[in-house]
């Protein structure tokens, strides 16, 4: 169930198309610079609040290398195609998986949305009966409540997203997809580990690894709700086919800062528009001038959780 429309797409302005390879250069650039950096810092670290706080570190990052890949999925972060698909291709195995999958991933989503189809339906796709049951599905992604379901999913994304070709033997096939993860996941773990030192060797899953399954998954599972959740089961309940809703949040600093990235915060507009480049959102959402529904619009992320927290029993 999508929420944009085609005559919306015709009477879009066309400037809100143009691209920049400037803003998408930098954006690239700054968060796999923050990535080595953290890396490099993993690797020195010594003591144990070094160790917590880069854990943290760690897991935020991984999730704002998303947002570049996300407008890479969308050929909207560059001006040509091939540089969103080399660009996406180069980012998409830092956080472990292939471009491809996670392009796959993420159209089925736009497609699927507000269903149980949608792959990232069981971020959003709930109905609470108590607050201890929101905090159980809000936190448990710290405490590797969803590790398994994602890290099958990760595993097989890759494959499933190949193309049938029957010419070649189904292995190799299979294989084609994890070969630049692995050799970047090598880069990786010989940054982490000091050049792969034998004693330093669990820091790679310690400090990269446990982040990507926890802390990654959880701020991916707090944005995804708050952007897609039901706040009031009157106004939209996904479980009754009630309204489902994509939320634009203009978040406070720090939550731009550890949220959300590439004004993906305007995701109303997103859903609406997808082929927009982020950067362009808050003026689209600016054109809109109050036309929104209020259902679709939100002060700040901690806001609409507090929300649903007081509306549950």
């Given at each position: 169930?999508?929420?944009s429309?085609?005559?919306?797409?015709r009477?879009?302005?066309r400037s809100?198309?143009?691209?920049?390879?400037?803003?998408?250069?930098s954006?690239?650039?700054f968060?796999?610079?923050?990535?080595?950096?953290?890396?490099?810092l993993?690797?020195?670290a010594t003591?144990?609040w070094h160790?917590?706080?880069?854990?943290?570190?760690m897991?935020?990052?991984?999730?704002?290398?998303?947002?570049?890949?996300?407008?890479?999925?969308?050929?909207?972060?560059f001006?040509?195609?091939?540089?969103?698909?080399?660009?996406?291709?180069?980012?998409?195995?830092?956080?472990?998986?292939?471009f491809?999958?996670i392009?796959?991933q993420?159209?089925?989503?736009?497609?699927?949305?507000g269903?149980l189809?949608?792959?990232?339906a069981?971020?959003?796709?709930v109905?609470?009966?108590s607050?201890?049951?929101?905090l159980?599905?809000?936190?448990?992604?710290?405490?590797?409540?969803?590790?398994?379901?994602k890290?099958?999913s990760?595993?097989s994304?890759?494959?499933?997203a190949?193309?049938?070709?029957?010419?070649?033997w189904?292995?190799?096939?299979?294989?084609k997809p994890?070969?630049?993860?692995?050799?970047?996941?090598?880069?990786?773990a010989?940054i982490?580990?000091?050049?792969?030192t034998y004693t330093?060797l669990?820091?790679?899953?310690?400090?990269?690894?446990?982040?990507?399954?926890?802390?990654?998954?959880?701020?991916?599972?707090?944005?995804?709700?708050?952007?897609?959740?039901?706040?009031?089961?009157?106004?939209c309940?996904y479980?009754?086919?009630?309204?489902?809703?994509?939320?634009?949040?203009?978040?406070?600093?720090?939550?731009?800062i550890?949220?959300?990235?590439?004004?993906?915060?305007?995701?109303?507009?997103?859903?609406?528009y997808?082929?927009?480049?982020?950067?362009?959102?808050?003026?689209?959402?600016?054109?809109?001038?109050?036309?929104?529904?209020?259902?679709d619009?939100?002060?700040t992320?901690?806001?609409?959780?507090?929300?649903l927290?007081?509306?549950?029993?």
């Amino acid at each position: 169930m999508s929420i944009s429309d085609s005559s919306d797409k015709r009477t879009l302005d066309r400037s809100y198309l143009e691209k920049s390879r400037s803003v998408g250069y930098s954006q690239t650039i700054f968060v796999v610079l923050l990535f080595v950096a953290a890396l490099i810092l993993s690797a020195k670290a010594t003591q144990l609040w070094h160790f917590l706080i880069l854990f943290f570190v760690m897991g935020c990052i991984q999730h704002k290398i998303f947002f570049p890949i996300h407008d890479c999925i969308h050929y909207s972060l560059f001006t040509t195609k091939t540089e969103n698909v080399v660009v996406g291709t180069l980012l998409s195995p830092l956080i472990g998986t292939s471009f491809d999958a996670i392009r796959t991933q993420h159209m089925d989503h736009h497609r699927d949305f507000g269903s149980l189809e949608d792959p990232g339906a069981s971020d959003y796709f709930v109905r609470f009966k108590s607050r201890s049951d929101f905090l159980r599905f809000l936190l448990g992604p710290l405490a590797g409540s969803i590790v398994f379901e994602k890290f099958s999913s990760y595993l097989s994304r890759p494959s499933a997203a190949v193309s049938r070709n029957d010419e070649e033997w189904p292995f190799t096939r299979k294989l084609k997809p994890y070969a630049l993860i692995m050799i970047i996941q090598f880069m990786i773990a010989t940054i982490i580990t000091s050049g792969g030192t034998y004693t330093e060797l669990w820091r790679y899953p310690a400090l990269y690894i446990l982040p990507l399954f926890t802390v990654f998954l959880f701020f991916n599972r707090l944005r995804m709700f708050a952007e897609h959740g039901s706040l009031n089961y009157e106004v939209c309940d996904y479980l009754e086919g009630k309204r489902p809703t994509a939320r634009t949040i203009y978040a406070s600093k720090i939550e731009r800062i550890l949220i959300c990235g590439s004004d993906f915060n305007y995701h109303h507009e997103h859903h609406k528009y997808p082929m927009v480049p982020g950067f362009q959102l808050p003026s689209l959402h600016e054109s809109f001038a109050g036309r929104l529904n209020p259902e679709d619009v939100r002060p700040t992320y901690m806001g609409a959780l507090r929300e649903l927290w007081r509306n549950l029993p």
